[in-house]
């Protein structure tokens, strides 16, 4: 059965130029934000389709959506052609999705529905599909099964193990990973449920996470489960210059990797039973920042830079030397930057061991932050910043690394195009 066209609810298109600018700061001092975090689904302009195709993915400068799910799959086709039709398949089923329209039907009758049905009546959303490739496409247990090898990129590095990764194999990985976003949660499950079922006998789901932002406080950063700003700073879109240094892939990829950027995808756990036995100030030392405000420690303003080498009146650093502020800031990284996309997550609870004697198991929440970023190249953005943080962030007595992995997302799409093509077709 056919489902319902979603466009013809929508009302008249508002320019996101123009919610961007509805964002404005009131203080001159101020940076002005980065734009995924800031623009929330209240400030939405009422158009809620984004295009698909275009130079880069979407999904990755778009102004962050509500939802997500990320989910990464096992590649079981033994020719790289099938792989090929599969990227077609996913591409023309995306390019579908994000317009809200329901997955075609094959006209017989008495086949399959085309589409599961239960986006039929919802407007897009704003639905954003992301694709990308794992280091398994390129070469498996040492295997180069598809033939592919010699095109993998020299940035495209394995994620080396990092001290306190306690990655879980179930979680961890995959050689194909779509990441779907949007702002109605079933929209989305809609769109990775139809990206699953296009998949069939070619690829299959190796693990999916979700997430979410809080979404009723327009024109403020979201706060994450610890209960802080998160996004104050991040790559700054409206600098040129910034986002061709430090997010889009150039000529050095390869024509299939041109205009692409590399994810890192890991689900953090987060103790929020331990982190809210802490006191305030504990807290604030940990992040460098405060935690009401969201201004660094030192400064007044949310967005106000901070001052790293700002001293107490005993010559002690205002931001901790191991604050997860400080760790992560491009003045001490070299000036490494990445594209910050992440959200929280809500697995419910599973059992623990306590942390002293007598060891007894207990449930706690399954909860933390979904972190996904963006970078040129991943040796000089997130392994670069995440290597010292790793091993000495005060916020590491508190997060966990469970899984996730490093996905090369290729270019955008023109239609009549597949995403990849470049890469299939070298
Ligand atoms: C559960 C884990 C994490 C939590 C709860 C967390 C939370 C935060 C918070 C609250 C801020 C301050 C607000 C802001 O500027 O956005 C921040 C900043 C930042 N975080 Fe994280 N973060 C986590 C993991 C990571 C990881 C894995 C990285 C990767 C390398 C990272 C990189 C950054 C960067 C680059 C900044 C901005 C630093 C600056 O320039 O001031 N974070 N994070």
Same mark, same amino acid.
């Given at each position: 059965m056919k489902g319902f066209g979603r466009r013809g609810v929508l009302g008249a298109a508002v320019g996101l130029a123009g919610a961007v600018r509805a964002t404005g700061l009131a203080n001159a001092d101020e940076k002005p934000p980065s734009q995924p975090p800031l623009i929330k689904t209240a400030s939405l302009p009422p158009d809620p389709t984004l295009p698909f195709h275009g130079p880069?993915?979407?999904?990755?400068?778009?102004?962050?959506?509500?939802?997500?799910?990320?989910? =990464?799959?096992?590649?079981? $086709? &033994?020719?790289? +052609?099938? *792989?090929?039709?599969?990227?077609?398949?996913?591409?023309?089923?995306?390019a579908q999705l994000t317009q809200g329209l329901p997955l075609a039907a094959s006209g017989d009758p008495a086949a399959m529905p085309g589409d599961s049905g239960e986006a039929d009546g919802l407007p897009p959303n704003r639905l954003t599909l992301t694709f990308g490739f794992g280091p398994g496409l390129f070469s498996a247990d040492g295997v180069d099964r598809y033939g592919l090898a010699r095109y993998r990129p020299e940035a495209f590095v394995d994620l080396p193990r990092f001290v306190g990764d306690q990655l879980v194999p179930e979680r961890t990985g995959g050689d194909l990973s779509v990441q779907v976003c949007g702002d109605d949660k079933q929209a989305v499950f809609h769109a990775?449920? =139809?990206?699953?079922?296009? $998949? &069939?006998?070619? +690829?299959? *789901?190796?693990?999916?996470?979700?997430?979410?932002l809080p979404g009723s406080a327009p024109k403020t950063t979201p706060r994450n489960l610890m209960g802080f700003k998160d996004?104050?700073?991040?790559?700054?879109?409206?600098?040129?210059?910034?986002?061709?240094?430090h997010l889009w892939v150039g000529e050095e990829g390869g024509a299939w990797m041109r205009g692409g950027s590399y994810a890192v995808v890991r689900p953090i756990r987060i103790a929020l039973e331990h982190w809210d036995r802490m006191k305030l100030a504990f807290q604030e030392q940990t992040v460098g920042r405060e935690k009401a405000?969201?201004?660094?420690?030192?400064?007044?303003?949310?967005f106000a830079a901070a001052d790293l080498d700002a001293v107490d009146g005993d010559g002690n650093p205002m931001i901790a030397e191991n604050a997860h502020i400080r760790l992560a800031s491009p003045k001490?990284?070299?000036?490494?930057?990445i594209l910050r996309r992440g959200y929280g997550y809500d697995n419910g609870?599973?059992?623990v061991a306590e942390r002293w004697p007598p060891w007894r198991h207990q449930m706690e929440l399954d909860a933390g932050l979904l972190f996904v970023c963006y970078q040129r190249d991943p040796r000089a953005g997130f392994i670069r910043i995440f290597d010292r943080m790793a091993r000495f962030d005060m916020m590491n007595q508190f997060v966990t690394p469970v899984g996730g992995g490093l996905f090369a997302c290729p270019g955008g799409v023109a239609p009549g195009r597949y995403l990849g093509q470049n890469l299939f077709e070298a």
């Open positions: 880069n993915q979407n999904g990755i400068v778009t102004p962050m959506q509500a939802h997500t799910s990320f989910a =990464a799959f096992d590649l079981l $086709a &033994d020719k790289a +052609a099938d *792989v090929a039709a599969l990227m077609r398949a996913w591409t023309d089923a995306a990775l449920r =139809a990206i699953m079922r296009v $998949a &069939d006998g070619v +690829a299959r *789901v190796r693990w999916v996470q979700s997430g979410f996004g104050t700073a991040n790559l700054d879109l409206s600098d040129p210059d910034a986002v061709t240094r405000s969201g201004a660094a420690i030192g400064a007044k303003k949310e001490t990284n070299d000036g490494a930057q609870v599973s059992m």
